[in-house]
T-cell receptor, first 115, second 112 residues
Framework: GDSVTQMEGPVTLSEEAFLTINCTYTATGYPSLFWYVQYPGEGLQLLLKATKADDKGSNKGFEATYRKETTSFHLEKGSVQVSDSAVYFCALTLPYGGATNKLIFGTGTLLAVQP | NAGVTQTPKFRVLKTGQSMTLLCAQD?????MYWYRQDPGMGLRLIHYSVGEGTTAKGEVPDGYNVSRLKKQNFLLGLESAAPSQTSVYFCASSYMGRTEAFFGQGTRLTVV
C-alpha cells in the first residue's frame, strides 16, 4: 500500500554540520510530498513541500527535491543550529481525489543538535 | 490568528470513562483529521472528514467515534477509554486534500 519510510533516529549533530534525513515513498501516481517539523511540546508545522517531480521545496535553509525516479524526498540543510532540534516528519498526499485525500506520515526522525 | 484549536490540552481518564475532544478551525477548511501520535509509530490517522456532515475511518478507528455537525468543528469521542488509548492526539485541517495541513497543539491523554 501507500507508505512513507524515513530514516530512524535519533540523529545527533554538532552545530554547523550538514544534515540529511532520508525519505522514500510508495504511492500510485504522483503524490504531493511534504516535510513537517515538530518542536518539543508543540504540534506539527509545515516546513516545505513539492507537488510534482523535480520540484525543490525550500524554507529556513532546508531543502528537499522530489525525485520520482528514486521515489525520494530527502531533507537537507547545509549548516544546522541548536534551534533546529526537533522531530521531522516526511508525508505525502495521494494523487486521486475524493475521500481518499489524506496525509500519510513517516515515523518521524528526531534531530538533536549540540552546541 | 487562532488556526486550529484543541481542547483540552491534558486529560487523565480512568478505564471505562468517556470523553470528547474538541477541534475547532477558523480557516474555513473542508478537510479535518484526527491523528494519534505514539513513540516510534509516527502519526496514525484515526478518522477524517471531507466536509460538514461527513466522516470516514482512517487506519486506527476502533474505540473512537467522530462527528462533524458544523464545518468548523470536528469532535473525537471515546465511549469507554482503555489504557491502549493513552497517547497524544492531534487535530488537523486542510483546504483540500492535497494542500498543506494545519495542526493543533495536541491533547495529551492518559488512561489509567
Amino acid at each position: 500500500g501507500d507508505s512513507v519510510t524515513q530514516m530512524e533516529g535519533p540523529v545527533t549533530l554538532s552545530e554547523e554540520a550538514f544534515l540529511t534525513i532520508n525519505c522514500t515513498y510508495t504511492a500510485t501516481g504522483y503524490p504531493s510530498l511534504f516535510w513537517y517539523v515538530q518542536y518539543p511540546g508543540e504540534g506539527l508545522q509545515l516546513l516545505l513541500k513539492a507537488t510534482k517531480a523535480d520540484d525543490k521545496g525550500s524554507n529556513k535553509g532546508f531543502e528537499a527535491t522530489y525525485r520520482k525516479e528514486t521515489t525520494s524526498f530527502h531533507l537537507e540543510k547545509g549548516s544546522v543550529q541548536v534551534s533546529d532540534s526537533a522531530v521531522y516528519f516526511c508525508a505525502l498526499t495521494l494523487p486521486y481525489g475524493g475521500a481518499t485525500n489524506k496525509l500519510i506520515f513517516g515515523t518521524g526522525t528526531l534531530l538533536a543538535v549540540q552546541p | 490568528n487562532a488556526g486550529v484549536t484543541q481542547t483540552p490540552k491534558f486529560r487523565v481518564l480512568k478505564t471505562g470513562q468517556s470523553m470528547t475532544l474538541l477541534c475547532a478551525q477558523d480557516m474555513n477548511h473542508e478537510y479535518m483529521y484526527w491523528y494519534r501520535q505514539d513513540p516510534g509509530m509516527g502519526l496514525r490517522l484515526i478518522h477524517y472528514s471531507v466536509g460538514e456532515g461527513t466522516t470516514a475511518k482512517g487506519e486506527v478507528p476502533d474505540g473512537y467515534n467522530v462527528s462533524r455537525l458544523k464545518k468548523q468543528n470536528f469532535l473525537l469521542g471515546l465511549e469507554s477509554a482503555a489504557p491502549s488509548q493513552t497517547s497524544v492526539y492531534f487535530c488537523a485541517s486542510s483546504y483540500m486534500g492535497r494542500t498543506e495541513a494545519f495542526f493543533g497543539q495536541g491533547t495529551r491523554l492518559t488512561v489509567v
